[in-house]
C-alpha cells in the first residue's frame, strides 16, 4: 500500500515535470533545456514575493507564473527563432540561458542580493495536515500534488482537442507545412507552446516544492528527470510522457523500497538505456518512416 | 486576381520555373498541365509561400540553395516575400499534393483545424457545405485521417482547404492515385465548388482528361517553362495536348 501510494505520487511529480517539455517538443521540434532552470526561478519567484514583498501567497504564484510563460516567450522570440533547424544550437542556446539563470540566482553581492544558497528556502504547504488513507500517512500536499497532476493532463487534453489555439498547435505538430498552408504561424504556435511549456513548469513547481526546499541544483535534476521521461515515453508523446512517468515512478519507489535509496538514479539511467537499446522511438513513440508508407 | 511575373526558380543551379507568367482570373479555373518534374508542384509551392519556408530550413541545416525571382502579386498586392500564413490570411490556401491530411486528428478535427481562420458562424457554415458536396464524409467524422482511404483523404483535404475561406484556392494534383471513379466524381466535386461558391480554382494535374472540361484556361508546362496555353477548347484541339496528355 505503501509503494502504491508514494508510487503515484512519484509518478505524478515526474509526469508535472515532464508534461511542459514534451509538450514544446511535441509542438515545435525544440528541446527546452531551460525547463529546468524555469522550474526553479519559479521557486524562487514565489518565495521571494511572498517573504520579501509580502504577496498574499496564490498571487504570488500567479504572477511567478506569467513571469516564466513570458520568459518561454521572451526565450523563443529572442534566442531560438535565429536557431531553428539547427538542433545542436537549440540544445546549447536553451541550456545556456538555462545556465544563465540557475548560477544568476546563486550570485552573490551584487546590489547586496545574497543570492539563493542554503536550505532557507521553503515554500508552504496549501493545507498543512496529515491524513491516513488505508493505513497509511500521507500528508494533504501530496493528495494536492496529484489532484493537479490530473487536472493539468485534463486541461491540456480539453485545450489541444477543443479550443482553436490546441488545434492549431497540434497541427503544427504533425505538418508544420500543412499547417500554414491553412493560416497558421509556425513561430506564433511556438512562442505559444514554449510559454505554455514554461508556466508548465513553474505550476510543477509550486505543487511540487512545498514537499522540500527550494534549491538552484534541482533544476539540473528536474530537467534530467524531464528528459528521462521524454526518451522513455517517445520524444514528443504526450501519452507517452505520462505512461512513462508512471513505469519510472513506480520502478524507483519499488527499487528504493526492496534495495535502498541509492539505486534510485541507477533504475533512471538504466531505464534510458534499456529503451535506447531495445525501442529506440520510446514506448510510445512513431518512427517517422511508418508514416511514409503510403 | 493572382498575377505572376517572370517566375524563376532554381534549385542551387538547376532550374525548376522558367520564366512562367500566369494570370487567374476572378471567378475561373484555371489549369496547369504536365508530366512529372515539369514544377507544378514547385509553382504551387511558390505561389502559396511554402516555398519559402523550405528555403529557409535548407539554409538552416546548409543544404540546397533555392533561388525565387520574379513576382507574384495577388488581388494588386506584391506578395512574393510574405510568408505562407499571411497568405492564407489573404485568401490563398493550398491543398497539397498527396493530400497531407493530419495522420493523428480525426475528419472532423481536421476541417476543425482548417477552420482556424474563420469566424464561428463561417466555420459552421463551411463544415456543412463540405457534408453537402462530400456526403461521404458524413460516416467517417470520429475516423482518424491517417485510416481514411485516399479518395476520402482527398475529399477531407478539399474540405480542409475550403473551411480555411480561400478566395484562391490552389489544388495540386488532386486526382493523383485515384481510380478512375474516383476521379471523376471528384472531377464533378471541383466544377461544383467552382459554380456554387465563386471561389477562383487554381488546378494542376498530369493527366488532363477529367479536369480539362472543367477549366477554362490552361497552361501546359514542359521542364519549367509554359510551352503552351489557352482556352479549354484550344487546348483541346490542340495536336500536341491530344496526343501527349490524353493518350490519343
Known amino acids: 500500500m505503501d509503494i502504491l501510494i508514494y508510487g503515484t505520487v512519484n509518478s505524478v511529480i515526474f509526469a508535472l515535470v515532464a508534461v511542459g517539455f514534451t509538450l514544446v517538443y511535441g509542438v515545435s521540434r525544440l528541446p527546452n533545456f531551460a525547463h529546468g532552470a524555469l522550474y526553479v526561478l519559479v521557486g524562487f519567484l514565489t518565495w521571494s514575493l511572498v517573504n520579501d514583498f509580502k504577496v498574499f501567497y496564490p498571487l504570488a504564484i500567479l504572477i511567478s507564473l506569467g513571469i516564466s510563460a513570458l520568459l518561454g516567450a521572451l526565450i523563443y522570440r529572442l534566442i531560438l527563432i535565429r536557431l531553428r533547424g539547427l538542433p545542436t544550437s537549440e540544445i546549447i542556446a536553451s541550456f545556456a540561458v538555462g545556465l544563465i539563470i540557475l548560477e544568476g540566482l546563486r550570485l552573490q553581492g551584487i546590489g547586496g542580493f545574497k543570492g539563493f544558497i542554503g536550505p532557507f528556502y521553503v515554500l508552504p504547504a496549501f493545507i498543512d495536515s496529515k491524513l491516513r488513507i488505508a493505513g497509511v500517512l500521507i500528508d494533504a500536499q501530496r493528495l494536492i500534488l496529484i489532484g493537479g497532476g490530473l487536472c493539468v493532463v485534463a486541461a491540456l487534453w480539453l485545450f489541444t482537442h477543443y479550443t482553436k489555439t490546441g488545434l492549431s498547435l497540434r497541427a503544427i505538430a504533425q505538418d508544420e507545412q500543412a499547417a500554414m498552408m491553412l493560416g497558421i504561424d509556425s513561430d506564433r504556435a511556438a512562442v505559444i507552446s514554449l510559454s505554455i511549456g514554461s508556466a508548465l513548469a513553474g505550476l510543477a513547481a509550486v505543487i511540487i516544492l512545498p514537499l522540500g526546499n527550494v534549491t538552484a541544483e534541482a533544476g539540473y535534476r528536474v530537467l534530467i528527470n524531464a528528459l528521462a521521461v521524454c526518451i522513455i515515453g517517445g520524444l514528443g508523446s504526450w501519452a507517452g510522457a505520462v505512461l512513462a512517468s508512471f513505469v519510472l515512478g513506480f520502478a524507483m519507489i519499488i527499487s528504493t523500497a526492496l534495495f535502498g535509496s541509492v539505486w534510485e538514479s541507477v533504475v533512471l539511467v538504466g531505464a534510458i538505456i534499456l529503451i535506447l537499446i531495445f525501442r529506440p522511438s520510446g514506448l510510445l513513440g512513431k518512427q517517422k518512416e511508418l508514416e511514409e508508407r503510403v | ?248
Open chain 2, 1 to 248: 486576381m493572382l498575377e505572376v511575373k517572370d517566375l524563376m526558380v532554381f534549385y542551387e543551379n538547376a532550374i525548376a520555373i522558367n520564366n512562367i507568367n500566369l494570370t487567374c482570373r476572378q471567378g475561373g479555373v484555371t489549369g496547369i498541365f504536365g508530366a512529372n518534374s515539369a514544377g507544378k508542384s514547385t509553382l504551387m509551392y511558390t505561389i502559396s509561400g511554402i516555398i519559402l519556408d523550405v528555403k529557409k530550413k535548407e539554409e538552416m541545416k546548409g543544404g540546397e540553395r533555392i533561388t525565387v525571382l520574379g513576382r507574384i502579386s495577388f488581388e494588386g498586392v506584391d506578395i512574393t516575400h510574405m510568408k505562407p500564413s499571411e497568405r492564407a490570411k489573404k485568401g490563398i490556401v493550398l491543398c497539397p499534393e498527396r493530400r497531407r491530411i493530419f495522420p493523428e486528428s480525426s475528419t472532423l478535427e481536421n476541417l476543425k483545424i482548417g477552420g482556424y481562420l474563420a469566424t464561428k458562424a463561417q466555420a459552421k457554415e463551411t463544415m456543412d457545405y463540405v457534408f453537402t458536396i462530400f456526403p461521404q464524409l458524413k460516416n467517417l467524422k470520429k475516423r482518424e485521417g491517417g485510416f481514411l482511404s485516399g479518395g476520402e483523404q482527398q475529399m477531407l483535404a478539399i474540405g480542409r482547404a475550403l473551411m480555411a475561406q480561400p478566395k484562391l484556392l490552389l489544388l495540386d494534383e488532386p486526382l493523383l492515385g485515384l481510380s478512375p471513379l474516383m476521379e471523376a466524381m471528384l472531377a464533378r466535386a471541383i466544377h461544383e465548388i467552382n459554380l456554387q461558391t465563386k471561389i477562383t480554382i487554381l488546378i494542376s494535374e498530369q493527366y488532363a482528361r477529367p479536369i480539362l472540361p472543367i477549366v477554362h484556361y490552361g497552361y501546359v508546362l514542359e521542364n519549367g517553362g509554359a510551352v503552351l496555353e489557352g482556352t479549354s477548347r484550344e487546348l483541346m484541339e490542340n495536336p500536341d495536348v491530344k496526343s501527349a496528355y490524353f493518350g490519343l
